[in-house]
Every structure is written in C-alpha cells, then in structure tokens.
C-alpha cells in the first residue's frame, strides 16, 4: 500500500491560512472599491466639468486647450443667463409647467390601466398590453409631422398643454408596463379584505392599493419628469412662440456667441442649471426608485 505524505510535508503544497485568508480578502476589496472609485469618477468628470467652467469668465471657458479650473470664480455666464431673452425665470417656469403636467397625467393614466390590466380579465387583455408595449419599438421622431399637424387642429400649437400631452404619449407604455407590475406584486388577499370590510372600488384603489404600489408610482414620476424636463426634439419642433421656449429650447438658441462662435460658458450655466432638479428629486425617490424598478420580479 503506498502512503501519502502529510500535506504539511508536500513541497509545493498551498495552506490557506487564516491571515493569507484575511490578507487576500483586503485585496478583493481594494480592487473592488477602487475599480467603482475610478468608474465614479469617470462618470462624475463631466458634471463637475460643467460646473467649474460655468464660474469660469467667457474668454476662460472657450479657452484652447480647455481650463479645467477657473483663475477667479465668476457669475458672469449665470448673469447673461439670467438677463437672456425673456428671462430665465419665464423658461424654467415654461419647463416645471411641462414636467409638472407630463408627470400628473402619466401618473393618473399609468395607474388606471396598470390596476386594469392586472386586476381585471377582459377578452383580448393581453393582446392589447402587447399591442401598447409594440409602441416602445415606434421611433418617436417618425410621428413628430403628424402630432403638429393634431396640435394645430385642436388650437394647442405652442402651448404647455399640447407639449405635456405629446410627452404623456411617449410616457405611457412603459409607465403602464411598471404600474402593472407593481399591482401584480400585491397580494389578492389584501384586496379581498378591504372589500370584506365594506371599502369601495375606489377607495380600494385609493385608500388601499396606492400606498402599497408607492414605488412603482416614484419610478414613473422619475421617467416622466426627466423625459420631459430634458427632452428637445419634439419642443423644437412644436413650439414656435420663444415665450413659451422650454429650458433646452432655450439653451440651443442662446449657444451662439459672437460670429457663430458657441458661447461654452453660457451653455454650461445652463446645463448645471437643468440638473439640479433632475438631481435633488432623485437623491429625494432613490430609495424608492429600486423597489420600483424591481416590482414585479418576483410573484406574491
């Protein structure tokens, strides 16, 4: 019979002691929390790029090669901002009012059909959820013409209003596909004793099963707002009246400087201007946005 030697004699033998254990793990972690440190940056660059050059002078900010900090901080570019055609109040007041309204109309239209589509049987239910998720596949910039040519016939050209409607419109698929899954994440047997207790279909959905969906309802007012606070094509396109220009809108014609030149240091005031509500109304839902996202996922 041939004896093995004891694995302490073996030459070439690795023992996995506690302190190599402890010591390869540190450097797990190092490489894991360094990897996300440099791709924090990466993604950070950008916006504290903007933010420096936006406090830089004008002569600073279209400097070649480019400054990456400003010799004096100025308020140069936010004054010129700030005194721009009709004023900056008028068009941030012009984009909350846009995003406001996207956001109130989605939510509204997202919850009735998600509750409908997951609570109540109907014949041809699925087909008509496939048929509004096949509208996700629709280039939204194909039926820019014919949405101006609606939004002229209904008097809503250059108005708040017909914008939000159009936004409202690219919203709704996926706003009905998260709302779906977050009533198909709430158990029956809750619905089923507020109904024992005498609540009423509305204030079922009301007083009940809107509480729970919270979430979900966070997610896609997150969509809705960003979607509609920073999109530029379709209110170039439908909105003619500079007095009703949205903040991009806005931020596209005033770019140019002298002879044609692009005026970086407005340009990015402005940008630093339209994140910040992106910004401070995602820091307030974060929490909230997960849960939302994963809703559904897995069945009650």
């Known amino acids: 019979m041939i004896e093995l030697a004891p694995l302490s004699m073996r030459p070439h033998a690795a023992i996995d002691t506690p302190g190599r254990y ?27 790029w903007s933010l420096l050059t936006s406090f830089e002078t004008a002569a600073e900010a ?6 990456y900090w400003p010799s ?31 956001v109130l109309f989605t939510l509204v239209l997202a919850t009735l059909g998600g509750y409908g589509f997951s609570r109540f049987t109907f014949p041809g239910r699925h087909a008509l959820f496939m048929l509004i998720l096949a509208t996700l596949m629709i280039p939204f910039q ?7 040519v609606l939004l002229r016939l209904l008097h809503l050209q250059d108005t708040q209003l017909g914008l939000a409607l159009v936004y409202t419109t690219f919203q709704l698929p ?15 047997d809750i619905e089923e004793a507020a109904v024992l207790d005498g609540c009423s279909p509305l204030g079922l959905l009301l007083r009940v099963m809107l509480p729970l969906v919270g ?25 003619s ?18 002879l044609g030149s692009v005026n970086w240091g407005l340009m990015q005031a402005g940008i630093v201007l339209s994140i910040v509500p992106c910004a401070a109304l995602f820091l307030l839902l974060q929490r909230y946005y997960i849960q939302g996202l994963i809703a559904g996922a897995v069945k009650a």
């Open 174 to 188: 996926f706003a009905v596909f998260m709302m779906r899954n977050a009533f198909d994440a709430v158990p029956r």
């Open 215 to 239: 979430p979900g309802l966070a997610t896609v007012a997150l969509f809705a707002f960003f979607g509609s606070w920073n999109e530029l094509l379709a209110a170039l396109i439908l909105i």
């Open 62 to 67: 279209s400097a070649s090669p480019p400054l």
């Open 142 to 148: 194909s039926i820019l013409n014919p949405l101006f």
């Open 72 to 102: 004096r901080f100025s308020l140069e570019n936010y004054r010129n901002l700030a005194n721009y055609g009709q004023g900056i109040g008028r068009y941030l007041g012009n984009s909350a009012g846009v995003a406001s309204m996207t």
């Open 22 to 48: 402890h010591w390869r793990r540190l450097g797990l972690q190092a490489a894991y929390y360094g990897l996300c440190s440099v791709l924090m940056l990466m993604f950070l660059f950008p916006i504290l």
């Open 241 to 258: 009246d500079s007095r009703a220009f949205t903040l991009p809108v806005m931020l596209i014609n005033a770019q140019s400087g002298q």
